[in-house]
């Protein structure tokens, strides 16, 4: 059966991609938000996942304002990414795992997830960022991707995307494959790029986010997309693909790692991975 190791959320500013381009890591600006990946690098090559769920946000490249899903889930054999005006190289394209995407899909609608199945889709910088960030130099996973809107109101709620990735976590762990499956949360955390707040960074809720999404993510349902708005930014609402990473997280969750950098670019840079200590293996102990 497949087992999800843990999760990772992570960033996904787009400069970043300049920074790996040009081998910034030990400048003065990049050193602290890079550093925070030497331990996620150890993590992954102990665990060893063979897939990658992430949970991300579109940014315009596959979808637009007209044309918005609130969850998107891919079921391609592949994912290009395209240049989307940033000034940073096209990443490679991503391996994707079809077999294990119809399954998720399944198992989603039927349990009342009326996802949109994409049979091709392009990936932004919210998912190759990260999988560079990851896995510097070249991604040995296959992924599947769940873009989350954040972009156009009215947004899912904190609860619905806990839930989304709790449906996510459940049918992970009904895949007869014995895949080692990582869950990846992209964005955040507080930022506004645009708008009389442009720049608008709030250190205090992102540390209230990062203590609760640990053990407490429920209480974290309490707030509206408008409170989050309101306390975490325009764009801070990334934290909703945070939120259904932690939900896929269905066993005894810790916190092996954490990293809290101000400012990249616009936003509050964070890294967190969790462990996810499988109910079976705690029921074998
Ligand atoms: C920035 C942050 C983002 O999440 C994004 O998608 C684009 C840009 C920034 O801070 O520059
Ligand atoms: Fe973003």
């Known amino acids: 059966m ?14 970043i991609g300049k920074a790996i381009a040009d081998r910034a890591y030990d400048h003065p600006y990049w050193k602290p938000f ?23 946000n579109d940014h315009g490249l596959n979808f637009f304002l007209d044309k918005l899903p609130t969850f998107a889930v891919g079921a391609a054999k592949g994912y290009r990414n395209e240049d989307e005006g940033w000034g940073i190289p096209v990443a490679r394209p991503a391996q994707g795992d079809p077999a294990f995407s119809w399954h998720l899909i399944n198992a989603l609608v039927a349990d ?39 972009v156009q109101h009215p947004l899912p709620s904190m ?13 992970i762990e009904t895949y007869p ?21 442009a720049g608008f960074i709030n250190k205090e809720f992102d540390q209230l986010c990062l203590d609760k999404i640990v053990n407490e993510p429920d209480t974290l349902t309490r707030y509206s ?3 989050l708005v309101a306390l975490s930014g325009a764009q801070g ?20 790692h954490r990293n809290y950098h101000i400012p990249i670019s616009n936003t509050a840079a964070a890294t967190i991975v969790l462990d996810n200590h499988a109910q079976s293996a705690r029921k074998a102990a």
């Open 34 to 56: 890079f550093q925070g990946f030497d331990y996620v690098h150890q993590w992954l090559a102990r665990e060893k996942p063979d897939v990658a769920v992430f949970f991300s």
């Open 159 to 171: 609860a619905r995307c806990l839930k989304l990735g709790r449906s996510v976590g459940r049918a």
């Open 112 to 150: 009342e997830f009326d996802i949109t199945m994409c049979q091709e889709m392009l990936i932004d910088h919210a998912v190759t960022i990260p999988l560079d960030l990851m896995w510097p130099g070249a991604w040995p996973v296959k992924i599947v991707p769940i873009a989350i809107n954040t």
């Open 225 to 227: 997309i408008h409170d």
């Open 177 to 197: 494959q014995d895949l080692r499956v990582v869950v990846v949360g992209t964005g955040g955390l507080s930022h506004q790029l645009d708008g009389a707040r």
């Open 2 to 15: 497949a087992q999800i190791i843990g999760g990772v959320a992570t960033t996904h500013v787009p400069s």
């Open 237 to 256: 609402v990334e934290f909703l693909n945070w939120m259904a990473m932690r939900g896929a997280l269905t066993g005894q969750v810790t916190q092996a």
